[in-house]
């Protein structure tokens, strides 16, 4: 199914479509953590673990052990973006599975969709922390359309609206509906993500120094 900018907003739609990207995000990071991992601390594996869905990790209690703030970063990103999702299931009554299988609502997920890279296999440790830099900055931008989205309620994002992207943290928020229940959980999460980002450059930095 087309989507496009002149569609009639549709609170529920444009929910679960969010919500289906979130998901997308969520296991967008973890496959950066399992390449973090098998590329550096799990070396030894790596042959074992080349790909995060054929040898998955079942359970995160794993990379908990792994002794590399990136990956730990990236964990505590993660966690968030599920607290997030869990939280949205809960107000909306999603079933994550169905919504993830219906064809109308996985297109909604197309709308502010953020960057990622398809080929983390082949990048090497370092080469994969600006690629983990970009992807996180997109998502964050992406959940800040949502919030604009959700503002305006269009798709169309006023211009007003759209370049509050570029401002400083005190005053981006100024012109969004903190009053909405929906929003503010959105820029809560948003504030997250982005302090998470400023860790993770600063670490990244080091390590790379190193």
């Known amino acids: 199914m087309r989507i496009s900018k002149n569609d009639a907003f549709d609170l529920n739609l444009c929910i679960r479509g969010m919500g289906v990207l979130v998901t997308v995000m969520h296991s967008d990071i ?73 064809e109308i609502i996985f297109s909604q997920a197309g709308r502010y969709k953020p960057f990622c890279l398809l080929f ?48 400083s943290d005190s005053d981006n928020f100024r012109l969004l509906n903190r009053d909405d229940h929906n929003v503010e959980l959105l820029l809560d999460l948003i504030v997250a993500l982005k302090q998470d980002l400023e860790v993770f450059k600063g670490v990244s930095f080091k390590r790379v120094k190193v």
């Open 120 to 167: 983390k296999h082949s990048k090497s440790y370092n080469k994969l922390i600006p690629y983990y830099d970009r992807t996180l900055t997109s998502i964050i931008d992406s959940l800040f359309l949502y919030a604009c989205a959700l503002t305006a309620q269009c798709y169309k994002i006023p211009r007003i609206l759209k370049s509050q992207l570029n401002l």
């Open 30 to 102: 973890y496959e950066f953590i399992y390449h973090f991992t098998f590329k550096k601390s799990m070396k030894m594996y790596a042959k074992d673990f080349k790909d995060p869905w054929e040898q998955p990790i079942e359970h995160n209690s794993f990379f908990h052990k792994i002794d590399d703030p990136l990956v730990q970063n990236c964990l505590e990103t993660m966690k968030k973006l599920l607290m997030y999702k869990l939280e949205m299931i809960l107000r909306f009554g999603i079933d994550e599975e169905e919504d993830m299988e219906d």
